[in-house]
Nanobody
Framework: QVQLVESGGGLVTPGESLRLSCAAS????????MGWYRQAPGKQRDLVAT??????TYADSVKGRFTISRDHAKNTVYLQMNSLKPEDTAVYYC?????????????????WGQGTQVTVSS
């Protein structure tokens, strides 16, 4: 019903930059917040950054290096990642809190993308 598709991952050397994109599509009435999480091998999935109309939040480990932004018209969220480090290596997942409407009712559901691999290695 709602799909999130990430793009922009890849292999870079330390200090380089990448920009991730995530586009939401489907039966969307509105989107409250969007965000990015990441999961390294053998570790839990951790928050990277989130954005709503009033606030953005970042994990301490990425503050000053990563920037989250959003295009409401395109239902798209971006993550600009600068000064990448080997410890940033992970699968990055996009998430969105989506309001849908069907059969006379509104529903709010959190959706996830399938993830995009980011590898930082020399």
């Amino acid at each position: 019903q709602v799909q999130l598709v990430e793009s922009g991952g890849g292999l870079v050397t330390p200090g380089e930059s990448l920009r991730l994109s995530c586009a939401a599509s489907g039966s969307i009435f509105s989107i409250n917040g969007m965000g990015w999480y990441r999961q390294a091998p053998g570790k839990q999935r951790d928050l990277v950054a989130t954005i709503t109309d009033v606030i953005t939040t970042y994990a301490d480990s990425v503050k000053g290096r990563f920037t989250i932004s959003r295009d409401h018209a395109k239902n798209t969220v971006y993550l600009q990642m600068n000064s990448l480090k080997p410890e940033d290596t992970a699968v990055y997942y996009c998430t969105a809190s989506v309001k849908t409407y069907r059969a006379g009712n509104y529903f709010r559901t959190d959706y996830w993308g399938q993830g995009t691999q980011v590898t930082v290695s020399s």
